[in-house]
Nanobody
């Protein structure tokens, strides 16, 4: 019964930064692959990044602006977002894969448990 809760969203000016958090709890929370996704107004869900069980990471957006990491407890996953633009405005979700799968994937359907989302708005 895995649970995920996102936080850290808010309003930021273009060029600014935000750090999003995903707290993972429940059975298997210390050994699970976690992805970040986003959905902008009027657009489909888009994959952002993923961290695998072994803490290797994958990025699906242009390199260099976003960074995913996991803390020493293995239950807190963060997404550091820098040099934000208005096109980064979206609801950001974290999601967990089934425990049996080790690696990352860009496919939404392969993530079993989702958080509620946190709103990020980039505007002057």
């Amino acid at each position: 019964q895995l649970q995920l809760v996102e936080s850290g969203g808010g309003l930021v000016q273009p060029g600014g930064s935000l750090r999003l958090s995903c707290v993972v709890s429940g059975s298997g929370s210390r050994n699970v692959a976690i992805g970040w996704f986003r959905q902008a107004p009027g657009k489909e869900l888009e994959v952002v990044s993923c961290i695998a069980k072994d803490d290797s990471v994958s990025y699906y957006l242009p390199k260099g602006r976003f960074a995913i990491s996991r803390d020493n407890t293995k239950t807190l996953v963060t997404l550091q977002m820098n040099s934000l633009t208005p096109e980064d405005t979206a609801v950001y979700f974290c999601a967990a894969r089934n425990l049996e799968f080790n690696g990352c994937t860009s496919s939404r359907i392969l993530y079993a448990t989702w958080g509620q989302g946190t709103q990020v708005t980039v505007s002057s």
